[in-house]
């Protein structure tokens, strides 16, 4: 194991300003920082945050356009039908209420909007043509068009690139070394894959996971090197919401500090890129919460989640605006 150094956050810093990569041994340095030293990582990430992303807060909302009853057996996931929970089943909604939701979101402040059906992919071609044209209807809104559709083939993003899809949403979850533990019924190279298909149809790639699934520090490490890799350029950080049916509903919280300095350290790993925090961040950062932006993170999801409620859209805008940012 490194040992924790006073001097990694400084020397990375340093080196992160200059146009330096973060390599595995420093990120896992940064990881073993305690105490005061802790609070130099958040102020740092910060400085890393406005050097390379300024002071705007791009912000998403989602619709649970299609809900449960998933093939797909995550460990995490409220939809599985492998899971006894107590979340709603119901097909892909009207484009009128794709539209609707859409529509919300604009009034929160979104600029993105996601459409997010649960299920391995879409197989017909009645849903597809229906999603291509929400995306339409978002885009006709004013705002960016994303989904999140699962394991699609290339043929079938490029029919919703032409339609207007501006960027696709495809999670790796976690760590490679990690994944097995956490999914058995498809692999993460076929995550990668999906999003490679993304990249060469020259799509914004979105990309991320969840965090307190009882990976380790190391695992998290290694997701964000695989991310930097892809070069995705929006990398979600989700904080898993323990629900009851699924195999990690007895799982503990992950801290407010743990999870700030796993921010801070996809920040140093991914200095460019944009990272937002989604679900959870209420449940895992409490009072803490405001301290996402100063541990790196330029952008956030606003509104309710897929099966959970989210923070109140108007405290959330107050709250950008108290810490000197924009949307």
């Not at 197989?123 to 995306?135: R, Y």
């Not at 606003?302 to 959330?316: A, F, H, V, W």
Request: proline share 4%.
């Amino acid at each position: 194991m490194v040992a924790q150094s006073p001097t990694a956050v400084p020397q990375a810093l340093k080196s992160v300003l200059s146009g330096g990569r973060l390599d595995i041994t420093s990120a896992v340095a940064m990881s073993l920082v305690q105490g005061p030293d802790l609070w130099d990582l958040f102020a740092a990430a910060g400085r890393v945050r406005e050097h390379f992303r300024g002071s705007s807060i791009d912000i998403c909302s989602i619709v649970n356009a299609k809900s449960g009853a998933c093939s797909e057996d995550c460990a995490y996931c409220a939809q599985s039908a492998h899971h006894s929970t107590a979340a709603p089943i119901y097909p892909l909604i009207s484009t009128e209420d794709i539209s609707k939701a859409a529509q919300s979101a604009k009034k929160n402040g979104a600029r993105r909007f996601c459409i997010v059906t649960s299920g391995r992919g879409i197989d017909s071609l009645e849903d597809l043509e229906k999603i291509a044209q929400g995306v339409r209807l978002v885009r006709e809104l004013g705002l960016l068009p994303c989904a999140t559709l699962g394991t699609l083939t290339r043929d079938q993003l490029s029919f919703l690139k032409d339609a207007g899809l501006d960027r696709y949403h495809h999670n790796i979850e976690t760590s490679r070394s990690y994944f097995s533990r956490i999914c058995t019924t498809h692999s993460f190279d076929e995550r990668l894959e999906v999003l490679g298909s993304a990249r060469s149809l020259r799509l914004s790639a979105c990309s991320g996971g969840i965090f307190g699934m009882g990976e380790t520090m190391e695992d998290r490490i290694q997701m964000a090197f695989t991310l930097r890799e892809l070069d995705v350029d929006s990398v979600p950080i989700n904080f898993l919401m323990p629900i009851a049916g699924t195999p990690l509903e007895n799982i503990s919280v992950i801290s407010p500090l743990e999870a700030l300095q796993s921010i801070a350290l996809f920040r140093f790993i991914l200095p460019n890129k944009e990272i937002r925090v989604c679900a959870g961040r209420g449940t895992a950062l409490g009072r803490l919460h405001p301290l996402i932006f100063t541990a790196g993170a330029d952008g956030f999801m606003i509104g309710n989640y897929l099966t959970t409620s989210g923070l109140d859209p108007t405290e959330d805008l107050a709250m950008i605006r108290d810490l000197g940012l924009q949307v």
